[in-house]
């Protein structure tokens, strides 16, 4: 049997007192969970004290899951390990939901592997149908905060929080700030500023991802880097000759989210838990420094680059790396923001993939979120033919991707002023702050 584990610790607040006061149906409810994850029961044992509280504990073939209950506090803490990777949160997400659970604190660590992660730790709300109009206030989980987000993003997010909306996780990450509110829509925010809403992220994803898929000659190994919400992945997975994916995303408790939270799966169609994904948490330029196998189809998703940091992936110097790990026939594409709001940094990213020795198509879509937003197509060799119509199912994008690369020409006239990005001389944050700016 693999060495390789789940632990999960849960803190369940606010839950309904009788049936923490209640062994029988606890351990009904537990030996459930077990049985719907296919998990082999070796033992059951439950006690009830006087005047109150339960403590309960079943031995599985993979290890055990117990609970220990304070009704008159209407708290428990439960904890379940197990061997193996398989997707446990939806078993347990309805013990919480049968328990009446109003939040949960949820720490996660991975166990038995060569190498330990650090523990993730989530916060959720836990709400029923019938207790979605009655949600907790989202203002006792989410302060805004005036030095993060920006001037668009803050305006709707203050509404957001001030309404009747679900935040299904709220979390501070090593890196940044993570909110996922759940209202008609689903809204992933990082350090305050909208990564995507699901209403029409898809017209991003998919013009992020079909291009380079479509031009390349073969899709067996694709690297994502970025993108730990698994939506573009999603997008990959539907191509059936892809055998291989390496993702790198710096922010584990991303792509935990990604893996765990039960609308977020629904949006990304469960990519992350899919066997061809190798998931790697840590730095994309550490990652590409490695002896790295050729890759078909490289796609890069980084955030915008508003400071020296994030400035920093968009360089010649690690354009140059990636191209030494694209196959000769392969395609790269790579977020460009948005050519109307920043056209000089939509021109520079094209500029500098082009000094790391690739040729590049640029294009762009209208994403109703964000506006028109960029892109740019690399290969090692001239494209001259036609851009290929897409071949697997989709839904925002027409079959036909020619349009995407029609540039309007007041953007097409401002080429000229793009700039080199290199590590010894940063200027693409800079040239972002003077465009955001001008647009005030």
């Not at 999960?8 to 006061?21: S, Y």
């Not at 070796?42 to 009704?71: A, Y």
């Amino acid at each position: 049997m693999d060495t390789n584990g789940q632990h999960l610790v849960i803190d369940a607040f606010e839950c309904h007192t009788e049936i923490l006061n209640n062994a029988a149906e606890l351990e009904e409810l537990l030996t459930k969970a077990i049985k719907q994850l296919g998990m082999e029961i070796l033992s059951s044992h439950f006690h009830s004290f006087t005047p109150q509280g339960v403590t309960g504990v079943i031995g599985i073939s993979t290890s055990h899951f117990s609970i220990h209950t304070w009704p008159e506090h209407g708290y428990a803490a439960l904890d379940l390990y197990t061997c193996g990777i398989q997707d446990i949160w939806p078993a347990l997400e309805e013990v919480l939901k049968k328990i009446q659970a109003k939040q949960t604190a949820v720490y996660e660590l991975t166990r038995g592997g060569e190498f330990h992660s650090k523990p993730v730790m989530k916060k959720i709300n836990i709400t029923s149908a019938v207790e979605a109009e009655e949600n907790i206030e989202s203002q006792a989980l989410f302060q805004l905060r005036d030095d993060r987000g920006n001037e668009w993003d803050t305006i709707q997010l203050k509404e957001m929080v001030g309404g009747k909306h679900n935040i299904l996780f709220h979390g501070e990450s090593q890196y940044q700030d993570i909110l996922l509110i759940e209202a008609n829509d689903l809204r992933l925010y990082l350090n305050q500023e909208l990564q995507f809403c699901s209403l029409d992220e898809r017209y991003y994803h998919e013009a992020l991802v079909y291009p380079a898929m479509e031009v390349a000659g073969s899709h067996e190994r694709i690297l994502i880097l970025g993108g730990g919400d698994g939506l573009a992945l999603r997008e990959v997975l539907k191509y059936p000759n892809v055998k291989h994916v390496d993702l790198v995303d710096i922010d584990s408790m991303i792509i935990e989210l990604a893996k765990n939270e039960p609308a977020l799966l629904a949006q990304n169609n469960r990519s992350l838990l899919d066997h061809r994904l190798n998931v790697h948490t840590e730095d994309a330029k550490k990652y590409i420094d490695g002896e790295l196998q050729p890759y078909n189809v490289i796609i890069i998703d980084f955030p915008d680059p508003v400071d020296p940091l994030l400035s920093s992936l968009y360089t010649k110097e690690l354009f140059s790396k990636l191209a030494n790990h694209l196959t000769v026939d392969g395609a790269l594409v790579c977020q460009s923001n948005s050519p109307e709001d920043t056209p000089q940094v939509f021109w520079s990213i094209a500029k500098t993939i082009t000094e790391a020795g690739l040729y590049t198509m640029g294009y762009n879509v209208i994403v109703p979120s964000f506006g028109l937003w960029g892109f740019h197509l690399a290969t090692h060799k001239k494209f001259t033919g036609k851009i290929p119509e897409i071949s697997v199912p989709h839904q925002a994008l027409s079959t036909n991707m020619e349009a995407l690369f029609q540039i309007p020409s007041s953007i097409k006239s401002l080429q000229e002023s793009a700039i080199v990005n290199k590590d010894a001389n940063l200027k693409l944050h800079e040239l972002y702050q003077k465009e955001i700016k001008e647009l005030e």
